[in-house]
């Protein structure tokens, strides 16, 4: 065999290959339908656009942005940049926003959302690119760990002067850039409760400059809709039943939306068996320890991806009882969350406003 021409080929293949997953794929008249992988995870999305317009190249430059600002798991990203740091370091604009719409998730949930938890995720095997179980819990290292946790032990600087993030959310002085300040020297911030939902957000945003009407945006579970789908019938989006299985998939419910983002969290993928005791990636900012209760998954429906996202770990933190007195009240959400009986059975409670839309699937369905 001519071994140039076997390689010749065998790279022919792949460009075409490439190509073609790089070309929008037709769903219906008007709408185009882009897939891949971006930010550790899968994303899809469903758009109508009858001038054919391939936004690929877009989304990749807008996932390479988020990246490198607010990933952890990006060599060099600003936020590791930032956790590496003993003090300050200057921040960018999309940095900015997940620390101001953490402050509101932070003070809404009275501490339990806290983006300084990233030492604690490391302490419980939660903070790599997989999950490492702990031999055992020191209780005076956990003391110790906590102490560098607490979101009030972060400041901004705007040039002038010192500001909490709350002060720096209403100040009308807007400076070039921002730097951040941290009171603790080994304080480490994580956005991951929070940066898909963004994400999700700054694609949406960026399709509406394109005066795109209807889309579906999906990375990583985390969903936006506007408009309608190809059927011209509202967008519709599953549930997935909470069970231990990693490569199951089972659907228990579908909700159709309206303009809004959805956003399922839950204890039932990422977690270990340590004494008996099932150890999941909810940490509790405030005590440090992994969340006991007996909600399964929390979903939420929200006005943008971020604040859905921020919220179902929010509910999951908490449990379900907090999880309707703080989060349920708020306008334009709606949670469907997921509950163990004592038997072991599982049950479901559905917000008033949803209550009529959404279809459970039983299991003979």
Request: proline share 4%; net charge negative; hydrophobic share 35%.
């Amino acid at each position: 065999m001519n071994t140039s021409r076997f390689f010749t080929a065998i790279i022919g293949l792949i460009l075409l290959f490439s190509a073609c997953q790089n070309t929008p794929e037709k769903v219906n008249t008007g709408y185009l339908h882009i897939r891949g992988a971006a930010q550790g995870t899968s994303y899809s999305i469903k758009y109508k656009d009858p001038t054919g317009r391939n936004i690929r190249a877009a989304l990749d430059s807008i996932y390479a942005e988020m990246d490198q600002s607010i990933s952890n798991y990006k060599a060099g990203s600003l936020i590791q940049q930032v956790n590496d740091a003993d003090s300050m370091h200057k921040i960018d604009h999309h940095f900015l926003t997940m620390l101001q719409r953490s402050q509101w998730a932070y003070e809404l949930s009275e501490g339990a959302f806290d983006p300084t938890i990233w030492p604690l995720m490391q302490f419980w095997g939660f903070g790599g690119e997989g999950i490492k179980e702990v031999d055992s819990i020191d209780s005076v290292a956990l003391d110790s760990v906590l102490q560098m946790v607490g979101f009030n032990k972060v400041r901004l600087f705007d040039g002038k002067r010192q500001l909490s993030i709350r002060e720096a959310m209403y100040s009308s002085y807007r400076p070039d850039y921002w730097t951040i300040l941290k009171d603790h020297p080994d304080l480490q911030l994580d956005f991951n409760a929070l940066g898909q939902g963004y994400t999700v957000d700054i694609i949406a945003a960026y399709l509406d400059g394109l005066t795109i009407t209807d889309y579906m945006i999906e990375l990583g579970g985390e969903v936006r809709v506007k408009g309608k789908n190809p059927f011209g019938n509202p967008w519709t989006t599953g549930i997935v039943k909470p069970v231990e299985d990693k490569l199951a998939k089972d659907q228990m419910a579908v909700l159709p939306l309206d303009n809004q983002s959805i956003t399922t969290s839950g204890n039932y993928r990422k977690f270990y068996q340590k004494d008996g005791q099932k150890v999941a990636h909810t940490i509790n900012p405030k005590t440090g320890s992994t969340s006991q209760h007996n909600l399964l998954s929390a979903t939420v429906v929200a006005p943008d991806c971020t604040m859905a996202d921020a919220l179902s770990t929010v509910c999951m933190v908490l449990g379900m009882e907090k999880a309707r007195e703080l989060v349920e009240p708020i306008e334009g959400v709606s949670l469907f969350l997921v509950y163990a009986e004592e038997d072991g059975s599982m049950a479901t409670y559905t917000s008033p406003e949803i209550e009529g839309s959404l279809k459970i699937e039983t299991e003979e369905q």
